[in-house]
């Protein structure tokens, strides 16, 4: 997937909503959704936070009472310090409780925006402007926010929803050929969870299909006491490999979606291992994936033994490793895979090559 798909959308602009922390969270989708300041600015806020990086496209003219605080570029900035110092930031620009928190980026900025709106001053408001095809169909959508310990991905964090969420599609115009992977990782995950004609629409209704799956996921489940784990699918293995990666301090070797994607192979092949699928079903993963023209294989870079390591650490598990699998019944949460199994399906599927 790459930016030629924008040609497909639409000018039109689509709302969904969730139902969460007992209110309606607009979703709203669509070229140019982010341009009208007044349609998502909190009438109180006097003053906001925007958070970001350096080179994300802001989608809007940025109003009198902004203060720009710019996070690393990088997995990186997912650390306790950075709340810390955008804690400073927002303190020395007058960050009052009236005022709010914009966060403008992808999943890292939307991830930390998030967590420090949440805890600074015991939570403010937050609007989330995703830039990144993540960020749209995943990331900003939902309230888990958190930052990464060198143990492992997001073991810190809270439940903060944004007031709205507001999806730029004009924003992806300028975003590089990774980060359309990492998205149309999470996008190939919705096909499991009810899209399954998903590369038939236009982009525009793509991401307007998975942000509903989204909110109708979260508004049954906001705090993943059941249903929304389904929304973890693949991401069990793909922590594991991006854990891998990080603790080499080589993160940018794989984006999250594609981990996610090599992620959902794995757990079709365990699956098929357990007896829950056919082969067929594992084909048709790879059918998907390849539609979205992601890789299905273990990095070769690493050892079944590391990843396994980085499996024990996830923050999901209760007895042994949680996996999301699929089954006669569609996804499930299974625990309790004994440990031996999955060493030997990691070991079978680093020495698979297709
Ligand atoms: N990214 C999975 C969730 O928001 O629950």
């Known amino acids: 997937m790459n930016r030629d798909v924008l040609d497909t959308a639409g000018?039109?602009?689509?709302?969904?909503?969730?139902?969460?922390?007992?209110?309606?969270?607009?979703?709203?989708?669509?070229?140019?959704?982010?341009?009208?300041v007044g349609s998502w600015w909190p009438e109180r806020w006097k003053r906001a936070l925007l958070v970001t990086q350096e080179g994300v496209p802001i989608p809007f003219d940025i109003p009198d009472g902004v203060v720009v605080s710019y996070v690393e570029k990088s997995e990186g900035a997912k650390r306790l310090s950075t709340i810390e110092r955008l804690a400073s930031d927002a303190i020395k620009a007058g960050i009052t409780r009236n005022d709010?928190?914009?966060?403008?980026?992808?999943?890292?900025?939307?991830?930390?925006?998030?967590?420090?709106?949440?805890?600074?001053?015991?939570?403010?408001?937050?609007?989330?402007?995703?830039?990144?095809?993540?960020?749209?169909?995943?990331?900003a959508i939902g309230g888990k926010t958190g930052v990464n310990l060198g143990e492992g991905k997001n073991l810190v964090g809270s439940f903060w929803q944004p007031l709205a969420v507001i999806c730029d599609l004009d924003a992806l115009a300028s975003l590089p050929s990774r980060e359309w992977r990492s998205g149309a990782g999470e996008m190939a995950k919705y096909t499991f969870l009810g899209a399954d004609r998903l590369q038939s629409l236009p982009f525009d209704l793509q991401v307007y299909s998975c942000a509903q799956i989204k909110a109708e996921v979260v508004s049954a489940d906001e705090?993943?006491?059941?249903?929304?784990?389904?929304?973890?699918?693949?991401?069990?293995?793909?922590?594991?490999i991006e854990g891998a990666f990080l603790g080499r301090g080589e993160e940018s070797a794989i984006s999250h979606g594609e981990a996610v994607g090599v992620g959902m192979i794995f757990a079709a092949r365990l699956a098929r291992g357990l007896g829950r699928i056919s082969a067929e079903r594992v084909e048709e993963h790879l059918k998907v994936l390849d539609a979205f023209h992601l890789s299905p294989f273990l990095p070769q870079e690493l050892e079944p033994e590391e990843v396994i390591g980085y499996l024990k650490v996830d923050k999901k598990n209760k007895a042994g490793p949680t996996f999301i699998l699929d089954g006669p019944r569609g996804l499930e949460v299974v625990e309790g895979i004994e440990e031996e199994v999955i060493l030997r399906e990691i070991e079978e599927f680093a020495g698979w090559s297709g």
């Open 11 to 36: 000018s039109e602009l689509r709302e969904t909503l969730i139902r969460a922390a007992g209110r309606e969270i607009p979703i709203r989708i669509g070229r140019g959704a982010a341009g009208d």
């Open 100 to 139: 709010g928190v914009i966060a403008v980026g992808g999943g890292v900025v939307t991830d930390v925006a998030g967590f420090f709106a949440s805890v600074y001053y015991r939570g403010i408001d937050l609007v989330n402007l995703p830039t990144s095809l993540l960020g749209m169909v995943d990331a």
């Open 223 to 240: 705090r993943e006491s059941g249903r929304r784990a389904l929304l973890n699918y693949g991401h069990t293995l793909g922590h594991a």
